[in-house]
């Protein structure tokens, strides 16, 4: 037996419908307020990795970070594409907890070649940067970024101090003037042969990077770099 009219019952249906449909068309909206932010973030994102793209084109550098690569590829690097006139391995450990008198971070240490400095045009404000002796002897130096300097240091020259890389006592020989890169920065710079032999989760080669000899070869290194890189994965890895 029907209890509520016709009229009634089709006036609450056609309520339902609405309702409904107002719903759906708020849920929508929501999502498409949520999905433009998204957009809008990940153009924003590689708006900022096509300058950074730029900035390294600009400066010549080609960065390859292909996992444990070795000396032998650097120099397979350097005989196979003629056009780079500069190259330095590097290692990196994450997150090392760094102390001078009271001060104490945690930052990033960065196992660097000599000519590291050359390929990256980096400024000392003072001292030097690490060199080939402190290479060969593994020499316990440290270059510092700016702003790792101004953490443990305030507005003080580190050169000539000592400073804690996780239990282990370095001499600060340089202070690096700022530089448009922040890890360059925030990071503290040792021998690469000192980096592979203390800290442990630095031992493999992170970055091999390279300078090209003009600014109109770094396509052509960059293609060149790809390449050759797959070459040195296929000379060693079982996976390839």
Not at 39 to 61: A, C, F, G, H
Not at 117 to 139: E, H, T, W
Not at 190 to 201: A, G, I, K, L, M
Request: charge should be positive; aromatic fraction near 8%; proline fraction near 5%.
């Amino acid at each position: 037996m029907n209890r509520w009219p016709t009229p009634l019952r089709t006036g609450l249906a056609l309520l339902g419908m609405v309702m409904g449909t107002t719903s759906l068309v708020g849920f929508d909206m929501l999502g498409r307020g949520t999905h433009d932010r998204i957009m809008s973030n990940m153009e924003s994102l590689t708006n900022s990795r096509m300058v950074e793209l730029k900035l390294t084109q600009q400066s010549k550098v080609i960065v390859s970070t292909r996992d444990y690569f070795n000396r032998e590829d650097e120099r397979y690097f350097r005989q196979r594409i003629p056009q780079i006139v500069e190259s330095s391995l590097q290692s990196l450990a994450w997150l090392v907890e760094m102390s001078h008198a009271r001060n104490r971070i945690m930052g990033h240490l960065y196992g660097v070649e000599p000519a590291y400095s050359r390929v990256y045009n980096l400024q000392l404000k003072s001292g030097r940067f690490i060199s080939l002796p402190d290479q060969a002897g593994m020499s316990l130096v440290c270059v510092l970024g700016s702003d790792i300097s101004r953490k443990l240091y305030g507005k003080a020259n580190p050169v000539g101090t000592i400073i804690t890389l996780r239990n282990h006592r370095f001499r600060v020989v340089g202070l690096l003037e700022p530089a448009p890169n922040p890890s360059i920065n925030e990071g503290v710079f040792v021998p690469f042969t000192v980096s592979v032999s203390r800290f442990e989760e630095s031992r493999a080669v992170s970055t091999i990077a390279v300078l090209a000899d003009d600014i109109s070869n770094v396509n052509l290194v960059r293609s060149e770099e790809r390449r050759v890189g797959k070459e040195c994965r296929s000379r060693w890895s079982p996976y390839h």
